[in-house]
């Protein structure tokens, strides 16, 4: 899991992530990370809009992230 949140941090793409929140509230997230250590990893959230902090005991699940074509927008 590690080793794609550390490709996707040097090549700077966006991963989707799956993340436990303190609530114990599991949420689907798409991060474009910034920075990470052995403890967390920081960067900006697009679901939120905003730079984040992730304890890395609580991202579930790691995704590289895949372009969707939405085809209903684009023929609408």
Same mark, same amino acid.
């Given at each position: ?16 992530? $799956? ?39 609580? $991202? ?17």
């Amino acid at each position: 899991m590690q080793s794609i949140m550390r490709k996707a941090l040097l090549k700077q793409e966006p991963v989707e992530i $799956i993340y436990l929140s303190q609530d114990n509230v599991t949420t689907q997230r798409f991060v474009t990370f910034h920075s990470m250590n052995d403890l967390e990893a920081t960067g900006y959230c697009h679901l939120r809009r905003s730079l984040r902090t992730f304890k890395l005991e609580r $991202i579930l699940a790691v995704y590289p992230y895949r372009f969707r074509l939405r085809t209903k927008q684009l023929y609408a």
